[in-house]
T-cell receptor
Framework: DQQVKQNSPSLSVQEGRISILNCDYT??????FLWYKKYPAEGPTFLIS?????DKNEDGRFTVFLNKSAKHLSLHIVPSQPGDSAVYFC??????????????FGKGTKLSVKP | DTGVSQNPRHKITKRGQNVTFRCDPI?????LYWYRQTLGQGPEFLTY????????KSRLLSDRFSAERPKGSFSTLEIQRTEQGDSAMYLC????????????FGQGTRLTVV
């Protein structure tokens, strides 16, 4: 049973437009959420995170929104650039959902940004 | 530079052979994690070390898998009698500075069992 779900396997957007990647989770004990970006043949690279006490965190072109009541988070990339093309993973951690801080990942969404 | 070096980057082995991967954190970290990523999946937690003590193992870590972290520095992950289902990317990670685990991953070891 997947505790972190990314229901869109792929997303295609035009350069300069907004990319919105979505993630849902089922375990209400998760208290920290992260987004990672992964290029082929490389390890995931940490992008941005958010604590459950917040509903928004922004870092440059990347903003993560958290809706705890809906158990939903999203990553917004504005403006999208061709270099953003990669697989994006949503991850969650918490004392009970992921003990000792280990992360539980979704299956990823492949983002393609077209010039 | 993620601060984690993994060797080898790629490993092709015949079914039934043993393989060993190594993870070297560039700076000292009390905690070290191993994850596995198969095609079409996100990384999955395998095991976790606090210094040299292996504190948690996932159900994914069968008896054929063993991990060590002597002296609390580098770590090794060994798979005995490899099976085709072991083909995956094996990732090592260390935590960030905050109290939460913003894990920083190495580039991984891609294992192909033929």
């Amino acid at each position: 049973d997947q505790q972190v779900k990314q229901n869109s396997p792929s997303l295609s957007v035009q350069e300069g437009r907004i990319s919105i990647l979505n993630c849902d989770y089922t375990n209400s004990m998760f208290d920290y959420f992260l987004w990672y970006k992964k290029y082929p043949a490389e390890g995931p690279t940490f992008l941005i995170s958010i604590s459950s006490i917040k509903d928004k965190n922004e870092d440059g072109r990347f903003t993560v929104f958290l809706n705890k009541s809906a158990k939903h988070l999203s990553l917004h990339i504005v403006p999208s650039q061709p270099g953003d093309s990669a697989v994006y993973f949503c991850a969650a951690s918490g004392r009970y959902g992921g003990s000792q801080g280990n992360l539980i990942f979704g299956k990823g969404t492949k983002l393609s940004v077209k010039p | 530079d993620t601060g984690v070096s993994q060797n080898p980057r790629h490993k092709i082995t015949k079914r039934g052979q043993n393989v060993t991967f190594r993870c070297d954190p560039i700076s000292e970290h009390n905690r070290l994690y191993w994850y596995r990523q198969t095609l079409g999946q996100g990384p999955e937690f395998l095991t976790y070390f606090q210094n040299e003590a292996q504190l948690e193992k996932s159900r994914l870590l069968s008896d054929r898998f063993s991990a060590e972290r002597p002296k609390g520095s580098f770590s090794t992950l060994e798979i005995q009698r490899t099976e085709q289902g072991d083909s995956a990317m094996y990732l090592c990670a260390t935590p960030g500075r905050g109290m939460h685990t913003e894990a920083f991953f190495g580039q991984g070891t891609r294992l192909t069992v033929v």
